[in-house]
């Protein structure tokens, strides 16, 4: 079964954000390079909702899309929607992230 995708709007932000980083410091290559890898994993979330790291304590999902960006994430299984609440760089203070 596949679920929904819901971008939650910090979710929408944090993407974008990334999207203008790459813009300004790295190629057109690069770009629709993470653009592609994001849909694939996004695609496979939707059917394999549990194969990423999990924590009990958040109740998220971690995908790291590349070294230096993870996508976490929430499964609702009532509703069969993915929750996306972040696009992280990895690089930032880890105690900075909130859900």
Do not use: G
Not at 57 to 79: G, I
């Amino acid at each position: 079964m596949d679920y929904e995708i819901v971008w939650s709007p910090v979710a929408k932000t944090s993407y974008f954000a990334i999207l203008d980083y790459l813009e300004k410091n790295w190629t057109t290559k690069e770009i629709h390079a993470f653009v592609q890898r994001t849909e694939d994993i996004l695609d496979v979330i939707k059917t394999r909702t549990s194969l990423f790291q999990y924590s009990k304590s958040s109740d998220t999902h971690r995908c790291v899309l590349v070294k230096q960006v993870s996508l976490f994430y929430r499964v609702r299984p009532a509703t069969s929607r993915i929750e996306l609440l972040v696009f992280w760089d990895n690089r930032q203070n880890p105690e900075k992230l909130e859900f």
